[in-house]
């Protein structure tokens, strides 16, 4: 068998053939050709026999390893002009547009860096961790089906840190499929519009129900309109879970109006944690302003045994928490409160229960003269009907937690790139409805 017939079985390259194989000092050079006459778009499936300029193109692609050598696949190609798209260089199939790298390389590098850290992909790839982030984008670009956004009814829109806390990411999961089907950048109303553009791009037929109070030639003007028209698939949504902040609910009343807005109890009990810690922090300044460095450093380590969950305790936690208790104060109060607003939404109470409890914690608060539990006592009576709404229809957080937790150890693998995009397709490869193949299982 000739050496070029060899490597054409080996490298299993699409619709090329080898013509000659050049080991250099520390690569293997393959050279190959086009098998098919025809020139076609890397943008589209537009294809010609025109050639638009005599000049050729070189162009280097690189390979899998084969054994420890590095594999460079070397083609000359030529130029097209698309009528859609203008002059490019010609597609080529083993590679996807603009990727110094072949298809198969980039499906191994998007499925290691789904399943491990950046140090064992840069080192066993010997590429640099930006050069993974461009390359997890073109993959998740590719693999993204448009249809994922199609049967939406109920869905989560929950906000991500990225980056250190700084820079914050937009997430939609369907809770159905437990899958995230759309992420974007930032965390205001305006992200949320993203979201339901993408769920209904511009100029696709508004599919609006005639409501029975609208005036009459209003209706089809869509958006030109003072009222907003709601795109076909927006239409769908049944429920949309969120925390209480002002975008997403804004962004949804607007989009779907006939959603039902359900705040997570998880972001209710978050927030009676921010409070607590208030209390704890102005009390542990309150020492320290007193002269009492001692009391001060002690009780600053009460942070953890005042947020867990009493379960979880160590034997010092518990023991802390006992002497918070027998000094009593507004420390020990305002945890008694934040545990009473905790379990009711932990004991698989029927909903009239959790009313009357929501309630009766709302009056609790609002006379516990502790200014943060005051404003969490009315941040929650302005949110009593969308925390009653997810424990009506069970959309919740736990639902989707292991979801969740994974999108976020993965967006902390992410802190490194340096485009929000590849931190994106990143979590679009690990927690969407994408199912990543390796080279070998395509055979
Ligand atoms: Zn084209």
Sequence with gaps: MRVTTAFCRLLRLDGVRVTSVVFAADRLLVSVALRRRRLVCPCCSFSTRHRERVQAHESVWRHLDLGVWRLE????????????HGVHVEAVPFARHRAQFTRDLEDL??????????????????????????IISRVADEQLDERRLDDLFEI???????RGGHHFLTLVTDHRAGKIVWGGVGRSAATADEFFAALDPPGTPDLREVPADAEP???????????????????????????MGPGYAKSAREHAPQAVICIDPYHVVQLAN??????????????????????ARRFKDARWALLKNP????????????????????????????????????????????????ERFISRATRSRIRAFV?????????????????????????????????????????????????????????????????????
């Design 274 to 295: 921010r409070a607590l810690d208030e209390v704890r922090r102005d009390y542990w300044n309150e020492l320290r302003d007193a002269d009492q460095p001692d009391a």
């Design 73 to 84: 696949i070397r083609a000359t190609l030529r130029q097209l002009r698309c009528p859609a």
């Design 109 to 134: 590098v998007a499925w290691l860096a789904t399943r491990t850290d950046k140090t064992a992909i840069t080192r066993l790839v010997r590429i640099d961790w930006q050069t993974v982030g461009r």
């Design 156 to 162: 989560g829109i929950d906000e991500i840190a990225w």
């Design 217 to 243: 030639g209003r209706v089809a003007e869509g958006a030109a309109g003072d009222q907003p028209s709601v795109g076909a698939r927006a239409a769908q949504l049944t429920t949309i879970s969120m925390d």
């Design 375 to 443: 404003r969490l006592a009315k941040t929650i009576r302005k949110h009593a009907a969308g925390i009653l709404a997810a424990i009506r229809t069970g959309i919740n957080n736990g639902r989707v937690e292991a979801l969740n937790n994974k999108a976020r150890l993965i967006t902390r693998r992410a802190y490194g790139f340096h485009s929000a995009n590849a931190a994106l397709a990143l979590i679009h490869l690990t927690c969407g409805p994408i199912t990543l193949t390796l080279p070998h299982e395509s055979l």
């Design 311 to 358: 379960d979880d305790h160590t034997t010092t936690q518990a023991a802390t928490l006992r002497k918070l208790k027998n000094a009593g104060g507004a420390v020990w109060r305002a945890y008694t409160l934040k545990e009473a607003l905790r379990s009711i939404f932990h004991s698989h109470l029927d909903i009239l229960d959790v009313a009357i409890l929501l």
